[in-house]
T-cell receptor, first 113, second 110 residues
């Protein structure tokens, strides 16, 4: 069974703080993704990584950065959190090579005050 | 980039009835079309997917159809049960990244 974990289920931060969201997977998947989920907007891709130290912007990268120093870990960084970044953040992983299921983590609900 | 439209945004059916959710996509290069189910408070999980060389796929009570010419695909759930109540997302992809629709909230009433 694929296991994708995220560092926190709930997080409350203040405007201007630097925020780190971590995602860890145990299945040696090459690809990892960060999405944000907002009511009525579905899942929107922020960034993804197809290998260690490699990253690609998704549809809404503004205000975010990412880090992938090890294959199993993909971090999402909010350099200076703002209230419009209050959202549910979901990490996902994917095995390369064929059409495959993306496995999602449990999500982190971030509130920026 | 790819744009995926999903309808309806909410759907309420009686137990035992069928439910149909429709999606359209814009990028003709898209060749993989998964459907995810997200129960309240839980993570999205794949329930069925279809690739561009197939027109229809079934798995028990759920089926997906794909019309590549018209660039639309649909999810069909027959004999709905209360446990089918959830948010359903369609997606389209031509590579590794998925482009999701905005979701359909399905409510199955007993």
């Amino acid at each position: 069974d694929v296991k994708v974990t995220q560092s926190s289920r709930y997080l409350v931060k203040r405007t201007g703080e630097k925020v780190f969201l971590e995602c860890v997977q145990d299945m040696d998947h090459e690809n990892m993704f960060w999405y944000r989920q907002d009511p009525g907007l579905g899942l929107r891709l922020i960034y993804f990584s197809y290998d260690v130290k490699m990253k690609e912007k998704g549809d809404i990268p503004e205000g975010y950065s990412v880090s992938r120093e090890k294959k199993e870990r993909f971090s999402l960084i909010l350099e200076s959190a703002s209230t419009n970044q209050t959202s549910m953040y979901l990490c996902a992983t994917l095995f390369s090579g064929s059409y495959n299921e993306q496995f999602f983590g449990p999500g982190t609900r971030l509130t920026v005050l | 980039g790819e744009n995926v439209e999903q309808h309806p945004s909410t759907l309420s059916v009686q137990e035992g009835d069928s439910a149909v959710i429709k999606c359209t996509y814009s990028d003709s290069a898209s060749n993989y079309f998964p459907w995810y189910k997200q129960e309240l408070g839980k993570r999205p999980q794949l329930i069925i997917d279809i690739r561009s060389n197939v027109g229809e796929k079934k798995d028990q009570r759920i089926a997906v159809t794909l019309n590549k010419t018209a660039k639309h695909f649909s999810l069909h759930i027959t004999e709905t049960q209360p446990e089918d109540s959830a948010v359903y997302f369609c997606a389209a992809s031509s590579g590794y990244a998925l482009n999701f629709g905005k979701g359909t909230s399905l409510l199955v009433t007993p």
